[in-house]
């Protein structure tokens, strides 16, 4: 059966076809006339059998050939009447007719979108996939937000940053903070107890931060003159449990390739990206570290290409009057 | 035949000219009827097939790129017969049996014997119902190969598939028009008889 379907497959036949085929029409090798003497052998009625078929093959032999009573010539205007005659769908139509190659191509277009269709929601129910893409937005925004919340706490006097901490994001930050809060136990207005929930919750955040997060935190570490990055130098918390927290912070964001250039003077603001970059983590990660893709999108994008090929199938059928 | 240059005829006919490709028709028609002919046993629809082939040839004469070009025509030929068949078989009410061509008078026995001719013209009566009883596939591979007598190489040319496909229809075929024969027994030569 396996080997008779592999056959078919590489559209080889078994060589017993051959063998009798050979036979029946008086041509067969030594070989195949050995293999078929011992066939007859076998099973007896084989001969008869065959001798049967070799007499049909010359009565078939004997039909005469078929004239065409009249001239097939073809003019200008037949050619011309022809194409006129067929459109752009009919033509199609033709391409792709049941006994041609292309006959499977939408059935075979319509199985992919709808097997990938379904790939992707199990993907991303089991989290190898996650949704990207628009959501790099809220993700800029929560992120810039919390730098916003956090840094004026870790600061103690707090840094004004009034081009970026608008009242949308320190909106959008409330949550991220209450967020965390029950882990570190701290509420929004504990400065003190900030520090230290913000270390335990930031750090690892910064640590598994993908070295380009930590590119665009210098960016916006940098930002500002001179004068301004003296100033928040100034800010800089001094006691010894600040120190430590710094330190420690300088420790996790080391793996990043450009945290060397980063100087006192941002960890505050460093921090608060750090708990940012925690909340928005929370977000994205909390399905899972899958593969993101713009899921939504292309689920429907697919979909779609599934049903135009089940409607351009079901149409050029209509087309050919199956 | 010795006058036929068929590469020079597919060039002109290249180049529009409509002489050059008549002279192709000329040449091959009769083959290109009769394969369509015995395949949807119409004369009025293989008739209609044939010519459309032609003009459909004549239109893609550009898309041949070598090889044997009868089979080329068979090709486009078998397409045109199939998509015919296809249609008739989704249209109940249109039986292609109304218009049968049988093979009367077409089994040539050389012998002057009046009740030689009587049952051969049965015999190819019955010949012709068994063919039409294959699908479409073994009715053309066996109209080919042993009614036609074209070989398996251009056989498989002509219908797009491989020769062990061919082989394999044609081994099939073979059995069911013998099945199919025994039923009648009375008018077999008793060669067929077994």
Known sequence: MIRKFLNRLFGRTDPVTYAINAYIEGNASADEMKLVEQMMRDDPALEKDLATQQALLGVL??????????????????????????????????LFAPQRKLALAPMVVTGFAALTVALLTIGDITGVVEQSGIDDDSFSISAIAAVSAAAPEVGGGGIAEPEIADETAASAAQPAAAARAPDSGVTAEDSGAIDEGQDAGAAPTLAAAPPQDLESADATLEFGDDDEVAKRGELIPEDSEESAVAAQLQEAIEPGPETESITSSGIGSDIGEGAGAGAADGATAGAGDGIELPLWQLQIVLAAIALAAIGAWAGLRRVRGE | MTNFDEERFIQLTRDGDYDAFNRIVA????????????????????????????????????????????????????????????????????????????????????????????????????????????????????????????????????????????????????????????????????????
């Open chain 1, 61 to 94: 032999g004997r039909i005469g050939g078929i004239e065409a009573h009249r001239s097939f010539a073809i003019t200008p205007e037949m050619v011309a009447a022809a194409e006129s005659s067929r459109s752009v769908v009919s033509k199609l139509a033709e």
């Open chain 2, 27 to 194: 040449e091959y028609q009769d083959a290109v009827f009769a394969v369509v002919l015995r395949t949807v046993r119409n004369r009025a629809a293989a008739e209609d097939i044939t010519q459309d082939a032609f003009i459909s040839a004549f239109r893609k004469i550009a898309s041949y790129r070598g090889g044997v070009f009868r089979a080329w025509l068979f090709r486009i030929a078998k397409n045109a017969s199939l998509d015919y068949l296809r249609k008739m078989s989704r249209r109940p009410e249109t039986s292609i049996d109304e218009d049968i061509v049988y093979f009367s008078e077409t089994v040539r026995d050389d012998s002057a014997d009046p009740l030689a001719d009587a049952l051969n013209a049965e015999l190819a009566r019955l010949i012709e119902d068994c063919l039409g009883g294959l699908s479409d596939d073994h009715r053309l591979a066996m109209v080919m190969v042993d009614v036609e007598g074209y070989q398996y190489d251009e056989t498989a040319d002509s219908i797009g598939v491989s020769i062990g496909t061919i082989k394999s229809r044609i081994n099939r075929a073979r059995a069911r028009m013998r099945d199919c024969v025994q039923q009648q027994p009375e008018l077999l030569p008793a060669s067929m008889r077994l």
